[in-house]
């Protein structure tokens, strides 16, 4: 069992940055892989980045390729999402999950945080 709880969102303007934080607990975290993923109102939730247990590989989506990085410390069982140059098509809630496998779909997330809310101003 896992529980993850994320932090750090908020507004910020365009062109601006933000870091993402998700502690987890339990200590079976550095046996998951980890992902980001967003949904926006009205829209599907869709994945943003993983990384690998080891954080040996990561993996982005196209839209944020480039701007953000995910990055992870296994010793303190939390993984980060940094957002540069962030653009209001950004703004939407963020949600950290654990895997057992590295993927890039929502169904392959066992366990999920509760969300936290990023607001991008043009």
């Known amino acids: 069992q896992v529980q993850l709880v994320e932090s750090g969102g908020g507004l910020v303007q365009a062109g601006g940055s933000l870091r993402l934080s998700c502690a987890a607990s339990g200590r079976t975290f550095n046996t998951y892989a980890m992902g980001w993923f967003r949904q926006a109102p009205g829209k599907e939730r869709e994945f943003v980045a993983a990384i690998t247990w080891s954080g040996s590989m990561k993996y982005y989506s196209d839209s944020v390729k480039g701007r953000f990085t995910i990055s992870r410390d296994n010793a303190k069982n939390t993984v980060y999402l940094q957002m540069n140059s962030l653009k209001p098509e950004d703004t939407a809630v963020y949600y950290c999950?654990?895997?057992?496998?590295?993927?890039?779909?929502?169904?392959?997330?066992?366990?999920w945080g509760q969300g936290t809310q990023v607001t991008v101003s043009s």
């Open positions: 999950a654990a895997a057992g496998t590295f993927r890039a779909t929502v169904d392959a997330y066992d366990y």
